[in-house]
């Protein structure tokens, strides 16, 4: 059992929980390394992550390669301060005094890391912004 994060806890949300937020997740945990505590997961996770997005995200030397989709439920919920959906309409629980940001994203779903590469530059780019609003 890992210890909790000093700081923050963040929960990225998508439908499959293979690619998006598997990307946000990942460059959270690279940038913040322990500072953030990092969650992902979605409403009908996929077997595994997308193969695409495993290779965009290689090329910027983070391999999440072993990572696995994951059930959003409502305890990952309860115990994250921040969740962050990702432009897919999901359902998810709303509980007082959680802060919620919703992203619009392309879904790198069927597209090839050509297709990828923008979309996870641009959640690089949020992430980033995030970590900044969080330090402040």
Request: one cysteine or more; glycine letters at 8%.
């Amino acid at each position: 059992m890992s210890t909790p994060a000093p700081g923050p806890s963040v929960l990225f949300v998508c439908v499959h929980n293979a690619g998006r937020s598997q990307m946000a997740a990942a460059f959270l945990t690279h940038l913040a390394g322990d500072k953030v505590e990092v969650r992902s997961a979605g409403s009908a996770p996929a077997d595994t992550v997308n193969a695409a997005v495993v290779e965009a995200m290689k090329e910027v030397g983070i391999d999440i390669s072993a990572e696995t989709p994951k059930v959003l439920t409502v305890e990952a919920v309860q115990a994250s301060d921040v969740v962050i959906t990702m432009g897919c309409g999901d359902t998810c629980p709303v509980f007082p005094g959680k802060r919620y940001l919703d992203w619009q994203l392309d879904d790198p779903a069927g597209q090839g890391v050509a297709s990828v590469r923008p979309i996870r530059d641009e959640i690089e780019r949020r992430i980033r912004g995030l970590l900044r609003e969080l330090d402040g």
